[in-house]
């Protein structure tokens, strides 16, 4: 088969990596210049993606195209009317994820409780809200390529601390040209937990995906909001969740043409489940993480998605645990070339292949047979383990981890420990999973 891999950052590496171990021919075009060294060496890559349109399109129904973000999907649709096979998004999934506005809005539509939500292009008008209101908010900005880093969970009740927050970023604006879009959203105490499914543009494969993210830097959810610093998934239990919630759009997606991997993140409690945001894109680094629970190869769960063969995927029970292993100065970029940049990447000698087969390369390339450091943070791998239980996905996950050797690795050690110690039964108790997960 032929893959056409169309991103900004080549965040679909580990994915590409294992179609072409799998003897599939892979051409990747990563847009961002500045992310080009990454998987260097290990991947073959295009200037121009749309000069391989022909190359994919003689491959008839062995051709596709990957695209990794929610920021093309007029494109997307655009090719799908020209005949080509796409599994990525669509424009109406750019919408959900990039205008939380019109996200939360057709979250309304479909049924759900939505929480409060504010959208700003002015941080005045926002503090001015605060003041008024001495209410808890979250900030986030809107834009797929925003600074996650950037956004926040108010800690104050009154908002003073997100007011102090809100002036600081105005400070830092240097020219008429900066963008200023976000939201200030009501905050929803409860647990964070997220369900995702693959659709095959008219309905979703069966079964769905529980995920409980940890975005947090540090343990106990301190630190700066990175992308992600591990995740916990399970594709047993997510049946009331889904019906409740993701299941709802589907008719929307199937009007839209959406073809891919889309994801829910919601606030559970006592009373309702609360949604926050959507992915309408293969979640970094959750598509790993997946994988590890999918009994079919990629390019099989693709094939069936694109002839709507079936509408099932064929999944392990138990839990998949990952977790991010970094350098210093991730999630920043800036001093990455003088602290971490070009390290190699060696292995304790108790490693064995079975092992590197659960380690998910990201910011990576190839120099002289030495995997090195790459790219532009310091997001270096996952390491995923598998279990019965979220404590056996743990030990495993962490035994892998501690078989790296890289210089001022850094990774958190308490992934999926929250579950463990209550929020998992507390799930349970409130109804929304079965005793038998």
Excluded at 66 to 78: H, P, R, V, Y
Excluded at 112 to 120: G, Q, Y
Excluded at 382 to 391: K, L, M, W
């Amino acid at each position: 088969m032929k893959f056409l891999g169309i991103g900004e950052y080549c965040d679909l590496g580990a994915l590409y990596l294992r179609l072409g171990g799998a003897g599939h021919e892979i051409k990747v075009y990563v847009e961002n210049p500045i992310y080009h060294d990454v998987y260097a060496g290990m991947l073959t890559f295009t200037p121009d993606w749309r000069s391989e349109l022909e190359w994919i399109r003689q491959a008839g129904q062995d051709g596709i195209i990957l695209f990794e973000s929610a920021s093309k999907g007029s494109i997307q649709d655009a090719l799908r009317q020209d005949g080509y096979q796409v599994i990525g998004g669509s424009g109406f999934g750019d919408m959900l994820e990039s205008n939380r506005e019109f996200g939360q809005q057709i979250l309304l539509e479909i049924g759900m409780p939505i929480a409060n939500t504010h959208h700003f292009n002015d941080f005045d008008k926002a503090i001015e809200l605060i003041y008024k209101t001495n209410k808890r908010y979250v900030y986030k900005s809107n834009g797929t390529n925003s600074d996650r880093t950037r956004n926040y969970v108010g800690m104050a009740e009154d908002g003073s601390d997100l007011i102090t927050l809100l002036k600081h970023y105005k400070s830092q604006m240097t020219a008429e040209t900066d963008v200023i879009d976000f939201i200030l959203m009501d905050y929803i105490s409860g647990i964070e937990v997220g369900v995702g499914a693959y659709f095959n543009g008219e309905h979703f494969l069966q079964p769905a995906c529980l995920d409980w993210e940890h975005k947090h830097f540090f343990p106990a959810n301190l630190g700066e909001l990175t992308g992600e610093m591990g995740t916990v998934v399970t594709y047993r239990g997510a049946e009331i969740i889904f019906q409740r919630s993701l299941l709802r759009l589907e008719s929307k997606l199937k009007e839209s043409g959406y073809c891919g991997y889309i994801n829910l993140n919601m606030i559970a409690n006592a009373e309702g489940l609360w949604p926050l945001e959507f992915s309408s894109r293969f979640g970094y680094p959750g598509y790993c993480i997946c994988a590890s629970l999918q009994q079919d190869s990629w390019e099989s769960l693709f094939k069936r998605m694109l002839k709507k063969s079936s509408l099932y995927v064929a999944t392990d029970s138990g839990f998949a645990v990952g977790v991010v292993l970094n350098v210093p100065p991730f999630p920043y970029s800036y001093g990455y070339e003088l602290l971490s940049k070009g390290l190699p990447i060696l292995f304790q000698p108790s490693i064995i292949n079975s092992n590197q087969q659960n380690l998910h390369f990201n910011e990576v390339a190839k120099q002289d047979d030495c995997i090195v450091t790459s790219g532009v943070t310091g997001n270096v791998a996952t390491a995923v383990g598998v279990g019965d239980t979220i404590e056996a996905a743990r030990h495993q996950a962490y035994d892998l981890a501690e078989k790296i050797i890289l210089p001022n690795i850094r990774y958190r050690k308490d992934i999926g420990a929250a579950l463990v110690a209550g929020d998992l039964q507390q799930l349970i108790d409130w109804g929304y999973l079965n005793t038998s997960i």
